[in-house]
């Protein structure tokens, strides 16, 4: 449901809609339409049957996501992002757990992206970069934005990078207790310190592929790096892929093992 107050131009977000149900990508929430009944306004979206990953990485639905199963869901938001910063031409601006749905085959798909720039954060202007931001620092955002108050897709990538470590480590962003709050500082000392597998997130019970695990988090730290320092997203989808190629040969080798013994 949307705020109609909120939305700068009925005809402008009217004509974005009928642009937005054309968009068809695997990893995109795809738009069906909306309704506008006078009074109130809605956007209408494919049923996504999984809930979203902040549930899933929580444990809230009782099952724990195996490391192969976070890959192909980190892979899936990063191919989404590539076709909205490539083909589209355009940012996503809210890239976080809540708006990464998984549907019954635990594929990711994007919502929130496109039209959540058709409300406005500044009503004298149209599809504005900037964003409302409530008090108190968003931890997706990067600090690039406070400065300059204006997102780019770095930005995006930066907010996926956070994303990874939160997949990876399944520790809050922001945490007061640690040594350093916010989950990038965080990463970076115990990477300094050589901890990097010591802070994989220990429901996996170490059953990964050491390199696997140490490579995804070097892209999910140079994500989250300086803006001059990030990679593109087509760069992001090469080197996770062959993350999740490790991994699957580990499996394959460990069933061969298996085969063998029997």
């Known amino acids: 449901?949307?705020?109609?107050?909120?939305?700068?131009?009925?005809?402008?977000?009217?004509?974005?809609?009928?642009?937005?149900?054309?968009?068809?990508?695997?990893?995109?929430?795809?738009?069906?339409?909306?309704?506008?009944?006078?009074?109130?306004?809605?956007?209408?979206y494919e049923f996504v049957a999984n809930g979203d990953l902040n549930d899933q990485l929580s444990g809230k639905f009782g099952n724990v996501l195996s490391w192969e199963s976070r890959l192909k869901i980190i892979i899936g938001v990063a191919q989404g992002l590539e076709y909205l910063h490539s083909e589209l031409r355009i940012l996503h601006r809210y890239v976080k757990p809540t708006n990464i749905l998984l549907d019954e085959n635990f594929e990711a798909k994007l919502a929130d992206f496109g039209l959540s720039r058709s409300s406005p954060t500044n009503p004298d202007t149209e599809a504005s970069n900037k964003i409302y931001v409530k008090p108190g620092r968003d931890p997706y955002l990067d600090d690039q934005y406070f400065n300059s108050n204006w997102l780019t897709q770095?930005?995006?990538?930066?907010?996926?990078?956070?994303?990874?470590?939160?997949?990876?480590?399944?520790?809050?962003?922001?945490?007061?207790?640690?040594?350093?709050?916010?989950i990038s500082k965080w990463v970076d000392l115990?990477?300094?310190?050589?901890?990097?597998?010591?802070?994989?997130?220990?429901?996996?019970?170490?059953?990964?592929?050491?390199?696997?695990?140490?490579?995804?988090?070097?892209?999910?730290?140079?994500?989250?790096?300086?803006?001059?320092?990030?990679?593109?997203?087509?760069q992001v989808v090469i080197e996770l892929n062959e993350c999740l190629a490790l991994e699957k040969a580990r499996s394959i080798g460990r069933t061969g093992e298996i085969t063998q013994t029997q």
């Open 1 to 44: 449901m949307i705020n109609r107050a909120s939305v700068y131009n009925i005809v402008q977000f009217t004509k974005e809609v009928h642009d937005f149900v054309k968009v068809r990508h695997r990893n995109l929430v795809s738009l069906i339409g909306y309704c506008d009944d006078g009074e109130h306004l809605a956007l209408i």
């Open 190 to 234: 115990k990477v300094a310190k050589g901890d990097t597998l010591e802070i994989v997130d220990p429901r996996l019970n170490n059953d990964f592929e050491p390199n696997s695990v140490r490579k995804a988090m070097d892209i999910a730290c140079s994500c989250a790096a300086r803006a001059h320092n990030r990679p593109s997203m087509s």
């Open 154 to 182: 770095t930005s995006d990538i930066y907010s996926f990078g956070i994303v990874m470590l939160e997949m990876i480590t399944n520790q809050p962003v922001v945490d007061n207790n640690r040594e350093s709050p916010h």
